[in-house]
């Protein structure tokens, strides 16, 4: 006689509404910065530059702006965050001097 195994359900995984408001603003400051890395990298993606410029321009001080938000919110549950967040502040200050030289 064999024993059929009953397939376990996954687990899903919850997080607190406080914790899931922090990733999700954490992930749209990310998506503004990868979205203007895009453009500054493909500048014909609109068909023209003008508007990939513009957009490009938009986008980096959000997503800068955001991260310098949401970042700190992590500090309490994460040691070394002001670390974190000063080197992701010269980074994006560096993609946002990049679309500059690039566009400019």
């Known amino acids: 006689m064999t024993k059929e195994k009953k397939p376990q359900k996954e687990k899903e995984i919850v997080f607190s509404e406080e914790t899931g408001n922090k990733i999700n603003g954490f992930s749209l400051a990310l998506t503004f910065i990868a979205v203007d890395t895009f453009l500054i990298y493909n500048s014909s993606y609109f068909g023209h530059e003008i508007i990939s410029t513009i957009l490009a321009r938009i986008f980096i001080p959000v997503g800068c702006v955001g991260l ?31 679309s500059l030289y690039h566009y400019g």
């Not at 994460?78 to 200050?93: E, M």
């Open 68 to 98: 310098l938000i949401e970042l700190p919110k992590f500090g309490k549950q994460i040691k070394g965050v002001g670390s974190f967040v000063l080197g992701i502040l010269f980074i994006t200050i560096g993609i946002f001097y990049t």
